[in-house]
């Protein structure tokens, strides 16, 4: 499963980004979706995730209500929304494909990372004044 991931950038706290992660090669319609970040010197943490059909949506606990995800299956896409961003938001962001919501949503509230089916390459977001 090839992921390409974009959208990152400078933005100052408070500020909002709007990440998105393509399929190449592959029908994410397919899949279960999720974020997930890598700040320098620590490990990647999952941040959302979101179900085969959209219907469910998973969460770390420090961007409920910050952040959201989404998904248009005829774009082949999945998007995070990013809103009142602040520095501890500062990471590597990568997408990642998986058959499995489960799976991903461990990853994402429980910290148990799998061997996903797929990951983007990473986006970088700073979070900086």
């Known amino acids: 499963v090839q992921l390409q991931a974009s959208g990152g950038g400078l933005v100052q706290p408070g500020g909002s980004l709007r990440l998105s992660c393509v399929g190449s090669?592959?029908?994410?319609?397919?899949?279960?979706l999720g974020w997930f970040r890598q700040a320098p010197g620590k490990v990647r943490q999952g941040v959302a995730c979101?179900?085969?059909?959209?219907?469910?949506?998973f969460y770390r606990d420090s961007v409920k209500g910050r952040f959201t995800i989404s998904r248009d299956d005829a774009k082949n896409t999945v998007y995070l929304q990013m809103n009142y961003l602040n520095a501890q938001d500062t990471a590597v962001y990568y997408c990642?494909?998986?058959?499995?919501?489960?799976?991903?949503?461990?990853?994402?509230?429980?910290?148990?990372?799998?061997?996903?089916?797929?990951w983007g390459q990473g986006t970088q977001v700073t979070v900086s004044s």
């Open positions: 979101i179900s085969r059909d959209g219907e469910a949506t």
């Open positions: 990642a494909a998986d058959s499995s919501t489960q799976a991903l949503r461990v990853g994402v509230q429980d910290g148990a990372i799998l061997n996903y089916d797929g």
């Open positions: 090669g592959v029908n994410l319609e397919d899949y279960a």
